[in-house]
């Protein structure tokens, strides 16, 4: 497996593609693309994160940067302190939702945001050329050590205008958190805690071994799911090892499933901002995210704009549009209000508001929310070409539907949609359908790998 280098950083097994003269190459490339700033570096808790911390500490105090060490904390922690300590950079060690034998590398702007495509070509730039002037014995960097930004990020969501504390407090819910042993151990419990609520922790040791896969969707969950039962819990909580992906699990053991995340958190932000005589809001998703969206934001007069998948996509568009609220349907909530990031922990704070404000049971909270049912597959293409596939289907499709080739190909039907994106790293299209049924969905993706197939 080689090298993974996107828009979302660089992503490798640890001692076979990801090897230290590779965390070298990228961290001081970084230094320089910063013009030796201060850089705010933190991570997910991996096993190997500590080692790989360590490599790009000492190389960007070589390159003459001064470094901000946060210590094991959410991908969102980092990119919050990058803003508040207004540094030139950050860097989150951390391969989000991939397996123990990876890690990687993200790179976020000032901003906060990670950096987004002409950024990013200007860094791989410096990265390839590959030779760095280090800085001479009496110019590098300091290194400070500041463990502050978990209580700062709980306090950002606790102080946030649509939340009422108290409210939260008095439901008394019962919550049972997994955070996969990694980077939410510690921020999760402590921030519900402060609702009030009674916690029952599943592998918030931060210990790095992931007890199960770590992505979580539903299949990785069946363990959360029974431990809400056996405790007749009010709802259950799973991240991602970074902690940027929120799923939520009903009373009754069954999950929402991650794009019902983006969907609790647009009803109550729309729906509090009403309340605040603030209507005429705009909400940003990408093309791959539950319709439901629409139709939650159709009910308050909101305006719905989408984004090609990738979070800097949504996030530079939410900055743009000045949007009140976005994300995207992996589970990925972003608040302006907090910063232009997914956050599990700002997700989390909407959620128990909503849920409160509610007063019910979260499955029945989900029942009062549009449903729909996605449905995902692929299709090999062997010597096919992807792009002239595409290509057909939309001359096709175009005159009778409305289409959208700003990623791939999105055909939105009356009650239905389907996007067709190509992989950058095998010959694949993968088909994403959604319906009001998981026939319905499913009998859509099947058309479009026979259309493909001929």
């Known amino acids: 497996m080689s090298l993974m280098v996107s828009i979302s950083g660089i992503r490798g097994i640890v001692g076979e593609s990801l090897t230290p003269d590779v965390v070298v190459r990228y961290a001081a490339a970084f230094a320089e693309y910063c013009n030796r700033g201060t850089i705010v570096i933190g991570r997910d808790g991996r096993i190997t994160g500590a080692s790989i911390g360590h490599i790009v500490s000492s190389t960007l105090l070589q390159m003459g940067c001064n470094v901000i060490a946060i210590g094991t904390c959410p991908t969102p922690t980092v990119a919050l302190a990058v803003e508040k300590m207004k540094a030139a950079g950050g860097i989150a ?39 760095f002037h280090y800085a001479k014995w009496d110019t590098q960097g300091k290194h400070v050590a500041d463990s502050s930004f978990i209580d700062k990020h709980i306090a950002a969501v606790l102080y946030l205008p649509y939340i009422k504390v108290e409210q939260i407090r008095e439901r008394k819910l ?19 805690r402060e609702f009030g609520c009674e916690v029952i922790e599943m592998n918030c040791d931060v210990n790095g071994i992931f007890s199960h896969m770590p992505e979580p969707i539903p299949e990785n969950l069946t363990d959360l799911a029974a431990e809400v039962i056996a405790h007749k819990a009010d709802v259950g909580i799973a991240v991602d090892p970074d902690v940027d992906r929120l799923v939520l699990i009903d009373e009754k053991g069954k999950p929402l499933v991650e794009e019902y995340t983006i969907a609790t958190a647009v009803k109550f932000v729309l729906d509090a901002e009403k309340k605040l005589g603030r209507n005429n809001q705009t909400v940003v998703v990408n093309l791959s995210t539950t319709r439901a969206v629409e139709d939650i934001a159709a009910a308050y007069g909101a305006t719905v704009v989408r984004t090609p998948v990738g979070e800097i996509n949504v996030s530079s568009k939410m900055k ?32 128990l508001q909503l849920l409160s404000d509610f007063g019910g049971k979260t499955s029945e909270l989900k029942s009062s929310l549009p449903q729909y049912i996605i449905v995902k597959n692929k299709i090999d293409l062997g010597i096919l070409k992807p792009d002239a596939i595409l290509q057909k289907l939309n001359e096709k499709y175009s005159k009778t539907e409305k289409t959208n080739n700003e990623d791939g190909l999105k055909i939105d039907f009356e009650s239905s949609w389907v996007h067709l994106r190509k992989s950058n790293t095998e010959p694949i299209i993968r088909i994403i359908a959604e319906a009001k049924t998981e026939g319905e969905a499913a009998a859509l993706v099947e058309k479009f790998k026979k259309e493909i197939s001929e």
Request: charged share 20%; glycine share 16%; proline share 4%.
């Open 93 to 131: 060690v951390t391969a989000s939702h991939n397996p123990m034998q990876w890690n990687g590398l993200k790179f976020m702007a000032p901003n906060g945001m990670f950096l987004n495509g002409e950024e990013n070509r200007k860094f791989w730039q410096i990265a390839e050329r590959g030779t």
């Open 174 to 192: 019962k919550v049972v958190v997994d955070c996969v042993n990694a980077a939410g151990g510690v921020i999760i419990p402590k921030l519900l």
């Open 320 to 351: 743009e549009r000045k949007a009140v609220i976005g994300g995207e349907g992996s589970g990925g909530v972003i608040l302006p209000e907090v910063h232009l990031g997914r956050d599990a922990i700002v997700g989390i704070g909407l959620f």
